[in-house]
Structure formats: structure tokens, C-alpha cells
């Protein structure tokens, strides 16, 4: 079993690496790579796509990477399990708000839009812990309940136009989409990898997660 995170100069992925590799052991679930070679990606059994910073320089930067793109929107199409993160996760969506539109991949329908709390107290960006709140089942939330606590550093948000789509919210002045999936396809908006107890549960869930 090949878990590949994509590495395309979104971020420091050392701590995603280390948080993989150590769940992979735990599980048994097999070697950890991370890689831009969209050979390596289009061999892959099972997907990673981080993502640090704005919308629009993730989605042009993974773009920029001859073949990359393609190569993973190829295996997610294929049915290998994929879990994006933060702004990975924020990609699945229609399209992104963020200092100018710019499209998704329309995986899971939705909007990001800017975080705008309801009590003008609250700063933007959301950053920190906060507790999610599991609104349905699934095999990657296993032994992760209500109140669990998830670790986020984000200004901007997915509003869903689905809500089945959608497995878990944090409260920040308004309901905010902390966790998506449909099908093969799994999202978190906070970090698993610097999420402490709940993160590593859920990485080592999707690590042996048979969609």
C-alpha cells in the first residue's frame, strides 16, 4: 500500500510526512512518500493534497507542475481514496473567493468564501483549537466524537451546497465546514498532522479506509 502526499512548494510538509509515516507504521498500512512526480502520484493507492496559504497561489501552484494536476485528478476520478487539507481540502470546491474568483475542481460542491463571525470580537483569521461537531457517520471518523478538538489556521471557509456533504463544523461566531467527503473523497479544514490526538486518529483511519 503507497500513501503519496503532493508536494507542490505548498508549505512546509515535514510535519504532514512525519504525522503519515508515524500513523503508517501504527496501521500497517505501508510506505509514505511525498512527491511533484505525477508518475509517482499516477501509481499512487491512496492521495494527500495539502495546502498552505491563499487559494489562488495553491490552485496556480500545483498547476505549474507539468502533468501534476491531471495525474491526481486522475487517480481521484480512478476511486483511490483522497484526503485534502486546509486549502487541499478548499480545492475540492466549485470555486474559490479569495482576492479574485478562481475555479476548483468542482469535486464537492461549494463556495469559499471569507469567514465573516457574527460577533465582531472574534478576529479573522480563525486560528487555534476549536471543537468539531460531527453532524453524520463515517469510517474516517472512528473513535471521534462531538467535542473532539482540531487545531485550524484559516480566513476563509467552504459553504456547501450540499450539506450531506459535509461531516463535521466548528462553531466561530456562525457554523464553519471543518470536515467533507463524498464517495472516495475526504477533507478537513484544519490540520490533522498538528491536531494532537484527533488528527492522528483520522489519518490513521483514512490510512486503511476502504472507500
Request: proline share 5%; charged share 20%; glycine share 10%.
Amino acid at each position: 500500500m503507497t500513501c503519496v502526499i503532493v508536494d507542490y512548494d505548498s508549505g512546509n510538509l515535514h510535519s504532514a510526512q512525519k504525522a503519515f509515516e508515524r500513523m503508517a507504521r501504527e496501521t500497517g498500512a505501508g510506505a509514505v512518500t511525498v512527491t511533484s512526480d505525477p508518475e509517482v502520484v499516477a501509481r499512487a493507492e491512496r492521495l494527500v493534497l495539502p495546502g498552505d496559504g491563499a487559494f489562488p497561489a495553491c490552485r496556480r501552484g500545483l498547476q505549474s507542475f507539468d502533468g501534476l494536476e491531471e495525474a491526481v485528478l486522475e487517480r481521484v476520478h480512478s476511486g483511490a481514496p483522497f484526503l485534502g487539507i486546509c486549502v487541499g481540502m478548499q480545492m475540492l470546491a466549485t470555486k474559490g473567493l479569495e482576492y479574485e474568483e478562481v475555479a476548483g475542481f468542482d469535486l464537492i460542491g461549494g463556495v469559499v468564501e471569507r469567514i465573516v463571525p457574527s460577533d465582531p470580537a472574534l478576529k479573522v483569521p480563525h486560528m487555534g483549537w476549536n471543537d468539531l461537531v460531527l453532524t453524520q457517520a463515517h469510517p474516517v471518523l472512528e473513535g471521534i466524537a462531538t467535542g473532539d478538538h482540531a487545531y485550524f489556521v484559516h480566513s476563509y471557509a467552504m459553504t456547501m451546497a450540499d450539506p450531506a456533504d459535509r461531516l463535521a463544523y466548528v462553531d466561530y461566531g456562525g457554523d464553519i465546514t471543518a470536515i467533507i467527503a463524498r464517495d472516495n473523497i475526504v477533507g478537513t479544514q484544519f490540520h490533522p498532522e498538528k491536531s494532537q490526538r484527533t488528527g492522528l486518529r483520522l489519518i490513521g483511519n483514512f490510512l486503511t479506509w476502504t472507500p
